[in-house]
C-alpha cells in the first residue's frame, strides 16, 4: 500500500486516482505540525462562553457601584492615631462653635478683659523656654534652693531641673518657636504623640507623673490656640480630651481641696504639689472661659464643674525661697486663718452676687472680706483667675 507521506507532489500527480482511496489515512497525531513534541506551529485552543443549547443574548447592563468620595489630602489631618478612629465612630463634641477660638462676650468692658487674658494665657508656652520664670501654674524643683539656685538652673533658658514630660514640653516648645515650612508637621507629629502617650500611661502614672503630664498637656493646648490655622490638620478630640481625662483622674487620685491639716509636720513638697494641682485646675477653668474647647463636659452653672476648686495662694509662697524662708511666710500667713479654711471658685461667684445691688441682704456665709483679703496677695496668676471668673 502507497504510503503518502513517502510520496513526492510530482510523484502524487502521477498517481492513478483509484489508488488514492486506499491510502491509509493519518491520525492527527501523526502528522509532524500537529505533533505534541513538535517545536513547529501551535494552535490554539478555544473555549466557547456559552453551553451548549444556550442562546445569544445581549449584555445586561451591570449595576454600577457607586464611587467612593475623594479627598482632599492636604486636608487629612497629620496624626491619625486610634483616638481620632474612635471619634469618628461615635463623635464627641469638645466645642462650642469653632475648637480653639476665642469665645465672643458681650460689652466692649468683657470684650477687652477677654483680650487682655487671652494675651497672658497665650504667652504661658514661650516661658517654658524663656529662662528664669516658668508659666505660674509650674514649680520648677529648683525653686526650693531659692532665686540664685533657680537661676542658675536655666541660665540656657531651659530649666535642667524639669522632670521628663516637661522637659520634653520644653525641648517641643522651643522648635516650635524657631518652626519653619519644613518642619512643623514633624514638631506637630511630635507634639501629638506625646499626647498619645499620656493618654495611654494615664492609669498607670503616680499622682506626681499625672500632674506634669496634664501641665506639658495644657502647655501644648495652648500652642494649638496660638495657632489656629493649623487646627484642621490636627486631631482637635486628642488635643482636648486629654487634659480633661487626666484632671479628672488627678482629681480622684489626691487631696488638694484642703490645706495642711493643723497640727501636722509642715512639708513643703506636700504643699507645693497640693498648690501645682489647685493652678492647674483652675487654670482649666479659665481656658474654658476663653477658648473654645470643653474640657470638663459640665453644665456652665456653678462654675462650670469647678466651684470647689481652691483659689491660688499668695504670692509669698510661690516664688523660688529657701525652705527656711518660706516656712517663715507660711507658718506667719497661717496664724491669721482662724478656720485653715481654702476658698474656693464658688466663693469667687458668691462674693461678686453679694456686692451686686439687689444683693444688699448678704447672708452669715458671705466669703467677701475673705475674698477680700486674698485680692489683696495675689500674683499675676490670681489676677488672672479673678478677672476671669468675672466673665462667667
Known sequence: MLDPMELSISDMLLVDPSDLANFEQPLLGDCPIYSSDSSGLDIPSFSCPFEPGSTLRPEEPQTQQPTPPTVDSSLLPLWEGSRQRRALLSPRKNYKIKPFSKLRTSGVDNRITTE???????????????GGRLPPFIFPPCGTGGLAASNKCSSNGLHKCLPESLAICSSLVQSFESRTQGSVEFIWRSILSELERFSHNCQSYSREELLEALQASIVYLLLQASDTDSVKYHDVNLLIETPGEMAKRLHDMCEYESNIPIGHSLNRTEWNFRESVRRTICL???????????????????????????LPCSRDL?????NEEWGYRFESQEKTNKTNRLLKLSDLQLSRRAMEPRGSERSTADPTPEVTKWSRTLDEFGVLIWMAALLD
Do not use: K
Request: with cysteine.
Open 116 to 130: 487682655l487674658l487671652l494675651g497672658q494665657l497665650l504667652s504661658y508656652p514661650s516661658m517654658m523656654v524663656g
Open 318 to 322: 510661690w516664688q523660688p525661697l529657701s
Open 284 to 310: 482649666l477653668y479659665g481656658i474654658e472661659l476663653l477658648i473654645d474647647v470643653n474640657l470638663s463636659h459640665t453644665d456652665r452653672a456653678s462654675c462650670g464643674g469647678y466651684s470647689l476648686v481652691p
